[in-house]
């Protein structure tokens, strides 16, 4: 169990690995990265065939839940003592003789459209088959949090949300879902699961522990560890603002923030930097203040002999050079600018 919210548990099963698998990558690389998704609060790998032949030395039998897509798939299941299996509603008709009356003893996940959901769907469905013989049923596609129309009425089932990111809302439909009880929630890192986006593993982790004041089953200071893995591993870079993992969104630069967070971090911080494995970065550039150069000197264990006059220079030019290459000053260009002005 990853998500434990006032005495109600929720799973996660995520989809980063069928993603990651349709690159090229070396097998440390994969090994390391799969070994932080488990560490980090991943109860559940879903895999396709392709993804299970790469991962499966990875990671126990237990902890993959996997896509069905023939009937031969079903056999792989059971030599190799998976529990879990996926199955689209429209693939159905096609396997239910095989999955329901060959006593193959799977936890079945039916996976249903959000889009074309029809309140008299699931009876539609239970004319075929006993809904209350599945495992539970996944809701794909979800872009809102209205889950009004998702009644299972009197069936027995658990819920599986898998949200879409077409609206820019996964990570606040996963958070709703949770809410509502839904026992399960499909994740990815990033959002990135391959197909349209999805809710995003850290951003789940994050806003139950910090927002819905839940507990988290996992090493949630392994994330800026995994951004680097992940973009090694996808040639890809992530933006420095990207919520939760990205590498500057603990970077400061005007003086009334810098007095602020001296004062009193909490002041512009929803959580502490090393809550998620980063560290908090003061940047100089034309919106420094004084108190930025005396932090910075602190901060870089540069003893601080300068008068006032010396720091309102230090600062101008830090503020001209920022303007000049429009960007940051480095610490390098700094150590410069502090040993001209004293010289």
């Not at 994050?206 to 680097?228: A, V």
Request: aromatic share 10%; with cysteine; hydrophobic share 40%.
């Amino acid at each position: 169990m990853s998500i434990f919210i006032k005495g109600k548990e929720s799973f996660i099963i995520d989809r980063t690995l069928m993603n990651l698998t349709e690159r090229s990558l070396k097998e440390i690389e994969l090994y390391k990265f799969t070994i932080n998704l488990k560490r980090i609060g991943v109860d559940f790998f879903e895999v396709d065939e392709r993804t299970y032949n790469l991962v499966k030395p990875l990671i126990v039998s237990e902890a993959f839940i996997f896509r069905i897509d023939t009937i031969n798939q079903l056999e792989i299941c059971k030599n190799n003592n998976i529990d879990y299996i996926i199955l689209s509603e429209e693939d159905l008709d096609n396997f239910k003789n095989s999955v329901f009356e060959n006593n193959y003893n799977f936890k079945i996940i039916l996976e249903i459209n959000a889009n074309v959901y029809r309140s008299d769907l699931i009876n539609k469905i239970s004319e075929n088959i006993d809904i209350n013989k599945l495992f539970a049923l996944r809701f794909k596609g979800v872009c809102s949090w209205d889950f009004d129309d998702f009644s299972l009425g009197g069936f027995n089932v658990k819920k599986n949300i898998y949200a879409s990111n077409e609206l820019f809302m996964a990570t606040a439909v996963g958070v709703q879902s949770i809410l509502k009880g839904f026992n399960y929630i499909t994740t990815a890192f990033c959002g990135k699961d391959g197909v349209n986006d999805t809710t995003a593993l850290e951003e789940i982790l994050l806003s139950t522990k910090i927002i819905l004041e839940g507990e988290i089953n996992g090493e949630i200071s392994l994330l800026s560890e995994m951004r680097e893995q992940y973009e090694k591993i996808t040639y890809t870079k992530i933006a420095n603002n990207k919520a939760v993992i990205g590498k500057d969104i603990f970077k400061y630069e005007s003086g009334v923030h810098v007095a602020g967070i001296e004062k009193n971090p909490d002041t512009y911080e929803p959580y502490s930097p090393e809550l998620v494995g980063l560290k908090r970065k003061l940047a100089l550039g034309k919106h420094s203040g004084k108190n930025s150069i005396n932090s910075k000197l602190k901060e870089m264990g540069i003893e601080n002999n300068f008068s006032v006059g010396e720091i309102i220079s230090i600062l101008n030019e830090v503020k001209n050079k920022s303007i000049l290459n429009k960007m940051e000053v480095t610490d390098k260009e700094f150590m410069d600018i502090c040993k001209r002005i004293e010289g």
